[in-house]
């Protein structure tokens, strides 16, 4: 199976925008699509007063799957490319968290990065902290939680809590696990987000 191809990171809002008017309308495994998901979370992080670096994150946190779907258009990536769902090339951990943070990381600051980085490890340590959290994920998170490694151990819970972006993080995973809602959800659409983009954006 094919690796993911690493692309030159955004250099403007622009790249940013033409990714997801290219790619955010596919099917996002719970059945909404790419875009739906990151303006729910957006929005969530925004309705508790999160500070912009954290509503960018929430609404970047899954560029790294658009990145895959590009490279699966493009005839170089593979059939699991943005997808935790099963089927060929599925059971892979695609790593998308650091390949977004990556790819953003020319554009935006460790604010902004830092979160989407540890998004998928978020996820690891809460349900490792609080059990019962696991129940809560949805079919498609709980699927894909095996493949990034389960439930961290106590190393990995200390180590995860040192980082000073952990805070950030497990904040971004509760809205990314709540921003998965089928039924017509009203929020604010991408372009309300440009000048949130653009006024964090490095020259």
Not at 41 to 52: F, M, N, Q, V, Y
């Amino acid at each position: 199976m094919s690796r993911p191809t690493e692309t030159p990171a955004a250099s403007s809002v622009d790249d940013v925008f033409v990714l997801f008017a290219d790619f955010a309308g596919q099917r996002y495994d719970e059945d909404v699509t790419q875009l739906d998901h990151a303006l729910q979370t957006a929005a969530l992080a925004r309705s508790e007063g999160a500070p912009d670096e954290l509503v960018a994150a929430a609404l970047l946190h899954d560029v790294g799957h658009l990145l895959a779907l590009r490279d699966l258009a493009s005839g170089r990536g593979d059939d699991a490319a943005g997808s935790d769902r099963a089927g060929p090339g599925a059971g892979v951990d695609l790593h998308h968290e650091a390949r977004g943070a990556r790819w953003l990381a020319r554009l935006y600051p460790a604010a902004v990065t830092g979160p989407i980085a540890l998004h998928v490890a978020a996820k690891r340590y809460v349900c490792s902290v609080d059990p019962g959290y696991h129940h809560t994920l949805s079919s498609g998170s709980r699927a894909s939680l095996a493949r990034q490694g389960g439930p961290m151990s106590s190393d990995e819970v200390a180590r995860f809590e040192a980082n000073p972006a952990h805070v950030e993080a497990v904040a971004l995973r509760r809205w990314d696990d709540s921003g998965k809602v089928t039924e017509v959800v009203e929020v604010p659409p991408l372009s309300a987000y440009r000048p949130l983009l653009e006024r964090l954006a490095r020259p």
